[in-house]
């Protein structure tokens, strides 16, 4: 079973930048299509961007569209999603996963499975 350990959040200023690493284990074969979901306080967990497999495609909610890029390191089982012009809007706990397909709006119906990390906080504050 996949297990993913996301790492790299923390408290930045508007306007700031954050690089996040999800590492993952307990791959037997290729790493699959992944993706980057959030969770704010008192809000449902929405899909933030996926990559596919090949990391040919990929794609991302409207509100980090030109701020938010996805990138993947198959040889270290490793998908990292570097956040420049943080906003306060953005604050939340993130994690990643596996998706069964990467696709607008990267909506939480493409999670493979009900498996999550600890996720890392992000906190974009003055």
């Known amino acids: 079973q996949l297990q993913f350990v996301e790492s790299g959040g923390g408290l930045v200023q508007p306007g700031g930048s954050l690089r996040l690493s999800c590492a993952v284990s307990?791959?037997?074969?290729?790493?699959?299509?992944m993706g980057w979901f959030r969770q704010a306080p008192g809000k449902e967990r929405e899909g933030v961007s996926c990559?596919?497999?090949?990391?040919?495609?990929?794609r991302y909610v409207d509100s980090v569209k030109g701020r938010f890029t996805i990138s993947r390191d198959d040889a270290k089982d490793t998908v990292y999603l570097q956040m420049d012009d943080l906003k306060p809007g953005d604050t939340a706990i993130y994690y990643c996963?596996?998706?069964?397909?990467?696709?607008?709006?990267?909506?939480?119906?493409?999670?493979?499975?009900?498996?999550w990390g600890q996720g890392t906080q992000v906190t974009v504050s003055s």
């Open positions: 307990g791959v037997t074969r290729e790493l699959g299509a």
């Open positions: 996963t596996a998706v069964l397909v990467c696709i607008d709006p990267v909506p939480p119906s493409i999670v493979r499975f009900d498996n």
């Open positions: 990559i596919s497999s090949t990391g040919m495609n990929k």
